[in-house]
Every structure is written in structure tokens, then in C-alpha cells.
């Protein structure tokens, strides 16, 4: 059980009604109480009512609310998330123990209170104003029905032309032909639009400079439902426009959200990382290094691969073919002092597909499609992200 210290957001007031005549169970919230959508608050104090319910509009949740504890069972066991008020802790004995319930305490001096929530079961105990930006955070995670983070990995290349686009497109592909949910986003303003590769530059949605305004929270899935759906993952990449850099509150802003939806997040990150690449790498789980089977790409990829050191603690090279000098996958690796992800051959008729509209990754046989495939495997088995 912990206490979350956050400083008050600047929300709006938001009044659903007078409250000075006491609320009944089920006041608020269009979804009856064995199937709700929102979060369950049960308390009979009436100002923290109105504090919680003006929280649940900022966060765009649709609260149900139990004035007399204990709630019925039912709306006990379905709500996504539980916030009960000091004033009511001591008569909710005897409903079972669940995950995501929250204390709310009336008194920074009273020690009773985190005995009551050790009784409750509560996750954390929280005392406002000072935890309103924390809990408008949960209150949103419950109302977007936020699970376990996406498994996030950067790709960069070594050097220019190293094929890192290409890479970043088929671990995409392959993530959401084998059913996951999937964004990639495209975080290199230079590189031309990952949209291109994946031949959507045409489809409808959002790019870059639409998001550049981003701050604070987005909600996951209005983002992911805003941008182009290309091969059946969400695609953010740049617009044919001047735009030239992302800022990094947005890349922030909106990596968040990605995440929040869980499954894959793959980024296409530039070699000459600036604060936007930055953020990125800092809300990666893993990064890959594409360099190619030649002396001089690896001297060229030691130093982008120093720079990448300073941000991820998980950084492994990919080692592309063919090898004109004969240097073997692990010789590079070595000599970068990374662990080796894997070898990549030559992908026979991947230009003639690009060229056709198919994006790279498409032939599950090929050699990209057949290293992503077992990348992916190996890297969401390691997170218990692979069932």
C-alpha cells in the first residue's frame, strides 16, 4: 500500500446536479452495477462527492455512486476501480477482498487511517487535494480499461541507409498479423514517413503536426482510432509538410497513450537523437541497433550506439546482410559491445514489393518476416507479454 504524492490539476468545476439532497446508488452512471464502465465511489460525505465527481468528468469517466455502504456485491466485484471515503471504511466488512481500491482519507494526522486500509484491502491511501492529478490518472486508466503497458522497442539505425525503417515497418507487420494491437510511430522528422514505406501516405487520420499541441493526458483510445490504419496497425508518422521537430511534451504526451493500450509499440527513431528521440528512448522497453555486415558501419555505429547506452539499459544489435568483408554477426556485435539480436539476410524482392504496396515484414517466410516473428516471441515472452 502506498501514498502517491501529486500536485492538484487545474480541472474544471462540474456540477451534475444539487448534491445537498444526498445521493442514492446508481445517481450517476448510464451502466447498471453488474457491468460497469466506470468507477464505483461509495462515501456519504457530500463535498468529497462533488470532488470526485468533477475529478471523473476531467478524466472522461462515468462514475456510479453509493451513498449508503456497503454497495451491493455485484457493483463491488465489476467496477474497474473502487473509491471509498473515509467516512464509510469501517462499515464496508465482510465484501471481499479485489484488486484497484482506493482510500480516500479526511486527515493527514489520523494513523487510524491506513488501519482502515489495511482492513479495506486498499490498494493505496490517498488524501486530497494534494492526490488529485494521481487519482484523475487512475480514474482515466480505469475508464479506458487500461491494462498491461505495450511492449515498446526503439529501432535505430547505425548509420545512414542502415535499414532501421525497414526493420521498425516489418516488426509492426508482423506484430499485428499475428494479432496484437500495434502503433508504430515514426519519430524521425528527415526520414521521408514510415506512412510511405507502409504505402498509406494517402490514408485519412493524424500526423505529426496535428499532435505537435499535445500536453498532459490523451486518451489512448481516441488516439489510436484518430491515426491512419495501415495492414491493421495504427500508423503516426509525418505529413508532407515543413515540420521538422516534435516536441518533446507531445512525443511524451503521446507515447504515454500508445502505450497505455498495450500490445506493441515499435519506434523509428533517428541516429542524431534529439529531445524528442530522447523521450522516446526513455519510455522504451528495448531498443535494436541495425548496422550493416561492413567495417565502416560499425566504427560509424559505436557512436550512435553510446549514445543510446546513456538512455537504454536494453540495447541489442541487428547485424544486416550481406557482408562483403566476411565480418560475422557476433564479430559486430562484439566490437559494439552489444549482445547480438539476430543476422538479417538480404529480403529478395522487397523493393519490387515496396514498389506494389506491400509494406516490409509482408512475407512471413522471409528473412524479415521470419526474424520479427521470433524477435517478438522471444522479447514478449521475457516481458509475460506473449499470451
Do not use: K
Not at 133 to 139: N, Q, V, Y
Not at 150 to 159: C, D, I
Not at 287 to 316: F, I, K, W, Y
Amino acid at each position: 500500500m502506498q501514498a502517491p504524492q501529486s500536485a492538484r490539476p487545474a480541472v474544471d468545476p462540474w456540477a451534475e446536479g444539487a448534491v445537498g439532497g444526498g445521493w442514492a446508488a446508481g445517481t450517476v452512471g448510464s451502466t447498471g452495477p453488474t457491468g460497469l464502465a466506470g468507477p464505483l465511489l461509495v462515501t456519504e460525505d457530500e463535498q468529497l462527492i462533488e470532488t470526485l465527481l468533477r475529478i471523473c468528468a476531467a478524466a472522461g469517466a462515468d462514475p456510479y455512486v453509493v451513498c449508503g455502504a456497503p454497495p451491493l456485491r455485484q457493483a463491488w466485484e465489476a467496477a474497474p476501480l473502487v473509491v471509498v471515503g473515509d467516512d464509510v471504511a469501517d462499515r464496508m466488512a465482510g465484501l471481499p477482498r479485489r484488486h484497484n481500491v482506493l482510500l480516500v482519507g479526511r486527515d493527514l494526522d489520523d494513523v487510524e487511517v491506513w488501519r482502515r486500509g489495511v482492513v479495506l484491502g486498499a490498494r493505496h491511501v490517498i488524501f486530497l487535494p494534494d492526490a488529485e492529478s494521481w487519482l484523475l490518472d487512475r480514474i482515466a486508466d480505469a475508464a479506458e480499461g487500461v491494462g498491461t503497458q505495450a511492449l515498446t522497442v526503439a529501432v535505430v539505425g547505425g548509420r545512414g541507409g542502415a535499414g532501421a525503417s525497414t526493420l521498425a515497418c516489418a516488426l509492426a507487420v508482423t506484430a499485428a498479423r499475428e494479432g496484437r494491437r500495434t502503433m508504430i510511430v515514426d519519430g524521425d522528422p528527415l526520414g521521408g514517413g514510415l506512412d510511405v514505406l507502409l504505402g498509406g501516405e494517402t490514408a485519412a487520420g493524424l500526423r505529426w503536426p496535428d499532435l505537435a499541441g499535445a500536453r498532459g493526458r490523451v486518451n489512448a483510445v481516441e488516439l489510436e482510432q484518430s491515426l491512419p490504419r495501415l495492414h491493421s496497425l495504427a500508423a503516426l508518422s509525418w505529413d508532407r509538410g515543413d515540420a521538422l521537430a516534435i516536441p518533446p511534451e507531445a512525443m511524451r504526451t503521446v507515447l504515454g497513450a500508445a502505450r497505455r493500450r498495450g500490445g506493441v509499440v515499435v519506434l523509428d527513431l533517428p541516429r542524431r537523437l534529439d529531445e524528442a528521440a530522447g523521450e522516446a528512448l526513455d519510455q522504451a522497453d528495448l531498443g535494436l541497433l541495425v548496422v550493416p555486415a561492413e567495417l565502416r558501419a560499425m566504427t560509424a555505429s559505436s557512436r550512435v550506439a553510446a549514445a543510446l547506452r546513456m538512455r537504454l539499459t536494453d540495447l541489442r544489435a541487428v547485424v544486416r546482410g550481406p557482408a562483403p568483408s566476411g565480418m560475422a554477426g557476433e564479430e559486430i556485435a562484439r566490437g559494439l559491445r552489444l549482445p547480438l539480436a539476430g543476422e538479417l539476410a538480404a529480403e529478395p524482392g522487397l523493393t519490387a514489393d515496396l514498389e506494389q504496396g506491400r509494406p516490409p515484414g509482408a512475407r512471413p517466410r522471409g528473412p524479415l518476416g521470419r526474424f520479427c516473428a521470433a524477435f517478438l516471441t522471444e522479447a514478449l515472452g521475457a516481458t509475460g507479454l506473449a499470451a
